[in-house]
């Protein structure tokens, strides 16, 4: 079975500080793993993803995610936070087997918040 | 540019009232899926299509119904909407299901329900 966690409803962070939002994920198969990103009253915009390879993965905006095998984790980072990121942060699995093939499996959500 | 198209992007309807959603792709991705969204959870898996194949997820109500007429449309047919369908619809395609692609989501439609 695939699934993620996002231990954090709310992250907090000031404008032009590093900013962290956690994710850890099971899977009984390889992990592609994703992040995507929501405004208000917008659809889902992808970040980045882990396929294989090296394990930091630099997306879209800045944005970079660490693969961690052993602590199945793949935490979102930025060196420094804008405003502007303030949004809803979804973590993703994605299934590569069986009926469920292709399938995204989602966490529930991180909102962060950057103040200026 | 390439993109996922939906239309409308707020719909009212009244309880009971056949409504459908319409989303679009430029993409020309095998795959279409519909997901609900409610107030800021994570997106269900309603269905979706993987070209002409029709794919329901298992606890997905019967009132919920989808159409792909072609490569670039699909539709979301709710029959006979309830209170507790007034959600934000979410399109998203994927050129295929057997490699690790990712998702291309719609800006959403959010449907209201009176």
């Known amino acids: 079975a695939q699934s993620v966690a996002q231990p954090e409803d709310q992250v907090n962070v000031a404008e032009g500080n590093p900013l962290t939002v956690k994710c850890t994920y099971s899977?009984?198969?390889?992990?592609?793993l994703f992040w995507y990103v929501q405004y208000p009253n917008r659809g889902l915009q992808f970040l980045l993803k882990?396929?294989?390879?090296?394990?930091l993965v630099k997306g879209s905006y800045g944005f970079e995610a660490e693969f961690n095998k052993s602590q199945t984790s793949f935490h979102l980072k930025k060196p420094s936070a804008l405003v502007s990121d303030s949004a809803l942060y979804f973590c993703?699995?994605?299934?590569?087997?069986?009926?469920?093939?292709?399938?995204?499996?989602f966490g529930r959500g991180t909102q962060l918040t950057v103040w200026p | 540019d390439a993109m996922v198209i939906q239309n409308p992007r707020y719909q009212v309807t009244q309880f009971g009232k056949p409504v459908t959603l319409s989303c679009s792709q430029t993409?020309?991705?095998?795959?279409m899926y519909w997901y609900q969204q409610k107030s800021s959870q994570a997106p269900k898996l309603l269905f979706h299509?993987?070209?002409?194949?029709?794919?329901n997820e298992a606890d997905t109500p019967d009132n919920f119904q989808s159409r792909r007429p072609n490569t670039s449309f699909c539709f979301l047919d709710i029959r006979s909407p309830g209170l507790g369908d007034a959600a934000m619809y979410l399109c998203?395609?994927?050129?295929?299901?057997?490699?690790?692609?990712?998702?291309?989501f719609g800006p959403g439609t959010r449907l209201t329900v009176t």
């Open positions: 998203a395609t994927s050129r295929d299901l057997q490699n690790s692609y990712e998702q291309y």
């Open positions: 899977v009984s198969g390889n992990p592609y």
């Open positions: 882990y396929i294989t390879g090296d394990n």
């Open positions: 993703a699995v994605r299934s590569d087997r069986g009926s469920t093939l292709g399938r995204l499996y």
């Open positions: 993409l020309n991705h095998n795959v």
């Open positions: 299509y993987y070209d002409k194949d029709f794919n």
